[in-house]
């Protein structure tokens, strides 16, 4: 190994360590006709150790370029020889007459964010459909959720659109959501009683006279929130 690439071990290191396990960061020794890698971090990514030969493209076009064009080359797509994907970065090195000794490269494998991207593609449609979902107007039945998510307009939506609203009794009509609001656990949440008084556009003590009715009625079956 040129002793002038010595330099570049520690970097490496700090650079594997750093970037994380999804990152392979190793120096190749250009001198060496064969091109081998004298520091390697994370090289589980591709199997490569130290001693490993790099005989590739990128390692060619720096040997064949012209001067125009810089020292490196930034998120080139790459594949290893074990057929794993990288979106892959080379940094060459010269030393100080300007001679091409070395190059730093670093893959990053893209195989689970691809494995990912294949997951969420498999949603379909149904992944755009819960972008546009409309929080506020959607509880799950059955599921009881935080009160940080369950709002009190989310419930009184939820219960509005389960009742008849072809009751023409209005005092029925009201028993029926305070009735349904109560089961729901909704008055378990703060500023129930105001909050529902003005949906309703109904006094606060007319909330807790249909209110009553419901706990005479129902007793401990609410949810509770």
Do not use: C
């Amino acid at each position: 190994m040129n002793s002038k690439l010595e330099r570049y071990i520690p970097l490496v290191e700090f650079l594997g360590k750093s970037l994380g396990e999804s990152y392979e960061v190793f120096v190749v020794d250009l001198e060496d006709p064969a091109h081998p890698i004298v520091a390697i971090a994370n090289g589980e990514n591709s199997g490569r150790n130290v001693g490993s030969l790099m005989r590739d493209e990128t390692v060619q076009y720096f040997f064949e370029k012209d001067d125009e064009q810089p020292d490196y080359i930034i998120r080139q797509q790459a594949v290893g020889v074990n057929g794993t994907r990288y979106v892959s970065s080379t940094q060459i090195i010269r030393d100080e007459e300007g001679n091409l000794i070395g190059a730093l490269l670093i893959n990053f494998n893209m195989e689970p964010i691809i494995h990912m991207l294949d997951l969420l593609e498999a949603f379909g449609s149904e992944s755009k459909n819960l972008q546009q979902v409309d929080v506020d107007s959607v509880v799950f039945a059955g599921e009881v959720l935080p009160d940080r998510v369950v709002s009190l307009q989310s419930l009184y939506n939820h219960v509005m659109n389960q009742i008849d609203k072809e009751e023409t009794d209005k005092t029925k009509l009201r028993q029926k959501v305070i009735n349904a609001l109560y089961l729901e656990g909704a008055f378990d949440l703060k500023g129930a009683v105001p909050f529902y008084a003005n949906q309703m556009k109904i006094s606060e003590p007319s909330v807790y006279r249909y209110l009553q009715k419901a706990k005479e009625q129902y007793g401990n079956k609410a949810k509770k929130r």
